[in-house]
C-alpha cells in the first residue's frame, strides 16, 4: 500500500489517462500480484514464465515475452511497447505523452526517460578496488583537476521506456540503435527499497495532470 492504495494502482490510473493506448497489461509470474492489478482494471492475459521471472529477468525478456504474447493472443501486430514500471508512481500524463509522441514523430528506436546524474557520481571520479588497491574506474579519472571539467551524465529514472516493435525483434534490445532521451527535471522517487518506500510516503500524494517543475 502506497498513500492509500497498491502501488500498481497508481499506474493503473495513470493509464486511465493516456486514450492513445490499445491495450494495458501486465506481466507477473505471480497470481497475488495478477489479483491485484485485475481489481486496478488492468489484464493480465497470461501469467509470466518461470525462467524470465524473479531479480535476474532483464527488460527485454520480459517485453520480447509480452508483446510475442499479446500479438499471439489478439492476433494483431502492435507497433510500440511501452513501459511503465508501477515502481515509479509520481510520473506525469503529458511526460508519458510527450515521450510516446517523441518516438514516432522522430523515428526513434526507442526514448527513455532520464534524470542527470549528481556529480558525486560521475564515472570520473569513481573507483574500484584491485588486489586491495584503490583504482580510479575510468583512468580518465586521475587527469581531472576540477568538476567544472566534468561533462554531464544520466541514468535511467525508470518512469518510462517507449520502445518500437522492431527495436525488440529485430535488435533485440530495449535500447536500441539509435535511442533518444526524455529528460525528467521534477521531483520524484522511483521505489526499490524500504528506504525509497519509507521516503515516497513522506511526499505529497501523487497526481498526474501536467507536469510539475
Not at 497475488?32 to 525462467?51: C, G, H, K, M, Y
Not at 499479446?70 to 508501477?86: A, F, G, N, S, W
Not at 517523441?102 to 526514448?111: A, F, R, T
Request: hydrophobic share 40%; glycine share 4%.
Amino acid at each position: 500500500m502506497f498513500h492509500g492504495r497498491p502501488l500498481i494502482d497508481w499506474t493503473a490510473k495513470l493509464i486511465e489517462t493516456l486514450r492513445f493506448l490499445d491495450r494495458a497489461i501486465v506481466s507477473t509470474d505471480h497470481p497475488e500480484i495478477a489479483r491485484v492489478a485485475n481489481e486496478a482494471s488492468l489484464d493480465t492475459p497470461f501469467l509470466r514464465p518461470q525462467e524470465i521471472s524473479g531479480d535476474r529477468a532483464s527488460d527485454f525478456d520480459v517485453l520480447d515475452h509480452a508483446l510475442r504474447e499479446m500479438e499471439r493472443i489478439d492476433k494483431c501486430t502492435y507497433d510500440i511497447v511501452l513501459m511503465l514500471q508501477p515502481t515509479s508512481p509520481y510520473r506525469k500524463t503529458d511526460q508519458i505523452r510527450q515521450v510516446v509522441d517523441k518516438l514516432i514523430d522522430e523515428d526513434w528506436d526507442s526514448v527513455v526517460t532520464v534524470s542527470v546524474a549528481p556529480l558525486t557520481f560521475h564515472p570520473w571520479k569513481q573507483f574500484k578496488v584491485n588486489d586491495d588497491r584503490l583504482e580510479y574506474f575510468d583512468p580518465a579519472g586521475g587527469k581531472v583537476v576540477a568538476r567544472q571539467e566534468l561533462f554531464p551524465t544520466y541514468y535511467r529514472n525508470g518512469i518510462a521506456y517507449a520502445v518500437s516493435r522492431d527495436c525488440l525483434i529485430d535488435q533485440k534490445k530495449v535500447i536500441g540503435s539509435v535511442t533518444a532521451p526524455f529528460l525528467i527535471d521534477h521531483e520524484f522517487i522511483n521505489i526499490d527499497s524500504h528506504e525509497d518506500f519509507q521516503r515516497g510516503s513522506l511526499m505529497p500524494t501523487p497526481v498526474f495532470g501536467c507536469q510539475t517543475r
